[in-house]
């Protein structure tokens, strides 16, 4: 057994995961920092607890699943790319059927390193980093178990370019490279520890490999097979959802340089003068709200023809109307999924911020673009004081990716700029941003229509209140809406809506917002009839951000509702108020998305429900008409 001092192992998870990907994005960028500056067997002990580190089966059972994401054709999301030859096929086809014809039919799971070498045990049998699709012509009566090397003579062939003798494969020269780092990876990550066996590769086939040893042939024509067919784009995206769904990466398909320093050979050299060509995809909405993380702006179609091309900088300009300080980061990400959004399968690389309308988004350690077409994607995030009306539209500059040096002498890129499409801010706030405080159903003398609520603003930035809606539902069906056309909720302050006609003015608060007709809800809110009642907080796009019940209302409300029910009296002397939990004051309002957890009805000090908010005091509302803080 191999003994590495830095080895670490965590257990092995047995939950499935075959259904979605751990709740980690992408490969970091700092995945390798604890390699870095290190080589030889420091390097090779680094690595191992690297890619132990953090290492969570897929058990065989949910691997099918698993493999139709990693290995999905990016051309057809019905499909999945086969290993031995690149071709792609339906992901219905799964199955050991074979039909003689490598080029048609079903597909099944190829293990790179036989599973036979490891008597079928897991975590082996599951790693995804060495289980890939292949035709189930190839895998049963050309691979099947062989080991892998160059042949001479005359080996039997097939149409995809794979050749096989009674004893070895080689693999078609197109995905031979894949084959090896695979194989290669199998060694580093399986090294003895924890009552794994010690996988390796070697140059013995005598006697053949996996007959009561672990060992994988040929190591030599392994590492030239691993510089004749370097990653590529697919490949590297591949590593990144093996990352996704199992938690580590192949360090080889991200470090080539990597493979020479462990297991000798030649070593890999980078080669100068590389270019890129750069295509977009917009991904600007027409409109987005103030405070709204994740607004796209564009892919970066990103496209090498061969070698590698490494990705330092890229420059921006922001040409809309938003300011600055309004635009809190831009952001770019590897779109691992290319699905135009910001997912949890993507990774950052890198986060910039607006100086005088430009940033520079700095990726370091420098991001690695293979041969292929590789998807980068650029948000940004917008602060909640972001005025409506105002724009974002950001620009990709003129020969605005750098390249870095670690990937060669290459040539920058010679784009023209490129200008995404125009975003305009509308309102603002988001869930968890503004929050129902309080909610009376009558005025100190009773009154229906002398109704109010009181919103809280949970963050530093005023927010404009137009075309905010409250909406108000009875059970079952009946809703009426409120909305609101004036005034802003001031940063960690609040917003008085209440009646015009009757006023809170009498008892000297003026609201920050009034209607005619109470707080303008047909049928106010029913309370002296106990109705089931909910009300919620609608944005001006028409997101929810709050919700509040009573007496079981279910239709705004959040989790359980709140199954207390307001008085039956009209007597003032039994006024309650609906009042969302503090447990500090001034601070945060309790926010579990729970009503019967965050809210409650009681009886306001001197049994008077005018709670209410004072304009001039932005930090907590001010008691009127003898209601004390909580």
């Known amino acids: 057994m191999r003994s590495f001092c830095n080895l670490q192992r965590l257990a092995l998870v047995v939950a499935s995961l075959a259904s979605s990907a751990l709740a980690i994005a992408g490969t970091p960028l700092t995945y390798y920092a604890t390699a870095d500056g290190t080589n030889g067997t420091t390097l090779r002990d680094s690595l191992t607890t690297i890619v132990t580190t953090g290492d969570s089966a897929v058990l065989y059972g949910n691997t099918e699943a698993a493999v139709d994401y990693t290995d999905q054709d990016p051309g057809n999301s019905s499909n999945i790319i086969l290993m031995y030859s690149g071709a792609s096929r339906a992901k219905t086809q799964f199955g050991g059927t074979q039909d003689g014809n490598p080029a048609t039919g079903n597909w099944n799971r190829e293990h790179i390193f036989p599973q036979s070498f490891f008597n079928s045990n897991e975590p082996m049998l599951s ?15 050309g691979r099947n178990n062989k080991y892998y090397d160059n042949l001479t003579g005359s080996p039997t062939t097939d149409t995809q370019g794979n050749r096989w003798n009674s004893a070895a494969f080689e693999v078609t020269a197109a995905q031979r490279g894949d084959a090896a780092r695979a194989a290669l990876y199998m ?28 060992r994988m042939a040929v190591k030599t024509t392994l590492l030239g097979w691993h510089l004749s067919d370097p990653p590529d784009a697919f490949e590297r995206t591949r590593n990144s959802k093996v990352y996704n769904k199992q938690g580590n990466a192949n360090p080889f398909v991200d470090h080539p340089e990597y493979v020479s320093t462990i297991f000798g050979g030649t070593a890999w050299s980078m080669t100068d003068n590389n270019t890129i060509t750069v295509g977009t995809t917009d991904r600007a909405p027409a409109t987005t709200l103030a405070g709204t993380s994740s607004v796209g702006v564009m892919s970066l179609n990103l496209t090498l023809a061969a070698n590698e091309w490494h990705v330092g900088q890229i420059n921006f300009t922001q040409l809309g109307t938003l300011t600055d300080s309004e635009v809190s980061y831009i952001k770019v990400y590897h779109d691992v999924d290319n699905s135009g959004t910001v997912t949890t399968d993507d990774s950052i690389l890198s986060t910039a911020t607006l100086s005088g309308g430009a940033a520079s988004a700095v ?67 988001a869930p968890g941003d503004v929050k129902i405080a309080y909610v009376s159903t009558r005025g100190t003398d009773g009154t229906a229509s002398k109704e109010f609520i009181v919103l809280a603003n949970h963050t530093n930035d005023a927010i404009a209140m137009t075309n905010w809606t409250i909406r108000r539902s009875t059970q079952p069906s009946t809703t009426s809406t409120l909305t609101i056309t004036s005034n802003t909720l001031p940063g960690k302050g609040h917003f008085l809506i209440g009646s015009s006609t009757y006023g809170l ?38 997101t929810k951000i709050d919700g509040v019940s009573w007496n079981g209302g279910t239709a705004q409300a959040e989790g359980t509702p709140l199954s207390t029910a307001f008085h039956t009296s009209t007597s003032t002397s039994s ?56």
């Open 575 to 630: 006024l309650q108020l609906l009042r969302r939990l503090r447990p500090a004051n001034p601070g945060p309002y309790t926010d579990t998305d729970n009503n019967s957890s965050d809210t409650v009805i009681d009886v306001p000090a001197g049994g008077k429900a005018a709670y209410v908010y004072n304009s001039s005091n932005v930090t907590v509302p001010v008691a009127v008409s003898r209601f004390t803080a909580e």
């Open 363 to 429: 990726i370091s350690p420098a991001f690695y673009l293979a041969p292929g077409t590789m998807n980068l994607l650029v948000v940004a995030d917008l602060a909640s004081n972001a005025t409506a009306g105002r724009t974002l539209r950001l620009q990709l500059n003129a020969n605005g990716i750098i390249h870095n040096a670690t990937g060669g002498n290459d040539l920058d890129t010679t784009n023209s700029a490129i200008a995404a499409g125009t975003t305009t801010v509308q309102g603002g706030g």
């Open 127 to 141: 790693d995804l980093h060495a289980l890939m699709p292949t035709d189930a012509d190839t895998n049963s009566t």
């Open 187 to 214: 060694d580093l990550r399986y090294s003895g520890a924890s009552g794994e066996p010690d996988l390796y590769v070697d140059d013995t086939t005598s006697p053949a490999p996996g007959t009561g040893d672990f």
């Open 505 to 542: 003015s009498v008892e000297g608060v003026v609201p920050d917002y009034s209607d005619s007709n109470g707080i303008g809800l047909t049928g106010g809110f029913s309370d002296a009839s106990g109705s089931s009642l909910s009300v919620s907080l609608i944005n001006p796009v028409g």
